[in-house]
């Protein structure tokens, strides 16, 4: 009894689907005939006609000029292009144009100075005091110290209360005791080292000259390039000639590198002084003399 049962359900099933096929051709072929029918319409009641482009004859807009603002004379700018804006410190007030301070004349002067001078600062170095030690001979009886002339690369010995003729130095005091050396890597060592003090009669100062390593004078040398020519070193008080005009080394600092000049002029109440300073990068690339 079941199975007809199924048999029915499956006759059911079997005769609407065959009548949604036919439902839906039908639907498809009436769609078809209404698109043609529109078609033959188009073609018939509204063929094509060609139309002539028009093109579009207005004047183009351009920005107007900025105008100055009414509230200030100078104060013009635009949308985009916000104006440059000063703080006088006199007035205590901000304005679009630098303030007329003496220091801005200062400035001024030393840029128009500068642009004429055609100097650049290579280098500043420690200068080599003109007298070292080098080493030492003798016993614990007695030592000697071993000393170089840096002008003359002549060495000769002596002890303390030597007054070297031709370098204006007296070796006040001369020594050898063991002290720590530090070797590469961090490691040291103990070993003997001489030391002796040596007074400068130029300056009065005293400097500390050690065989360990070399000993340097208080002025650094500055190391100038002078339009194309060779590198030349200056050091504070020497004066140098360019393009006809003399100028006089004031300051010399050694870190950061920076020089001082002043230029020498009959007539000027105030000669103009500016700096040079090396630019970024220029240290690592710039060949120094040898010391």
């Known amino acids: 009894m079941k199975w007809r049962i199924d048999l029915v359900l499956l006759g059911v099933t079997i005769a609407m689907a065959a009548t949604s096929s036919v439902g839906f051709r039908i639907a498809f072929l009436k769609s078809g005939k209404v698109r043609s029918e529109a078609r033959k319409q188009v073609r018939m009641f509204a063929p094509y006609e060609p139309r002539e482009a028009v093109v579009y004859s207005g004047s183009e807009d351009t920005w107007a000029d900025p105008v100055p603002s009414s ?73 000697l110290g071993l000393f170089e002339n840096t002008s003359t690369t002549e060495t000769f010995l002596a002890a303390a209360g030597r007054e070297v003729a031709g370098l204006d130095v007296l070796i ?30 130029t300056t009065g100062k005293v400097v500390t000259l050690t065989t360990t390593e070399r000993s340097y004078a208080a002025n650094p040398r500055a190391v100038l390039g002078i339009d194309r020519g060779v590198p030349q070193e200056v050091c504070v008080g020497d004066i140098i000639d360019v393009n006809g005009e003399s100028y006089e080394i004031g300051e010399v600092q ?38």
């Open 254 to 291: 050694l870190s950061p590198p920076r020089v001082e000049m002043r230029r020498l002029k009959t007539g000027e109440a105030a000669a103009a002084v500016f700096t040079l300073e090396i630019p970024p990068g220029d240290s690592e690339r710039s060949p120094l003399p040898s010391t």
């Open 71 to 143: 509230s200030a004379d100078g104060w013009t700018y635009d949308l985009f292009t916000p104006p440059e804006i000063f703080y006088d410190a006199d007035s205590r007030r901000f304005t679009v144009s630098p303030p007329q301070t003496a220091l801005a004349d200062k400035n001024r002067a030393a840029g128009d100075a500068r642009a004429q001078l055609s100097v650049r600062l290579l280098a500043v170095k420690p200068t080599p005091f003109r007298l070292q030690l080098i080493g030492y001979v003798g016993t614990k009886a007695g030592y």
């Open 172 to 201: 006040e005091s001369f020594m050898v005791m063991p002290a720590t050396v530090r070797l590469p890597e961090g490691m040291s060592t103990r070993q003997l080292t001489a030391t002796a003090s040596a007074r400068d009669r």
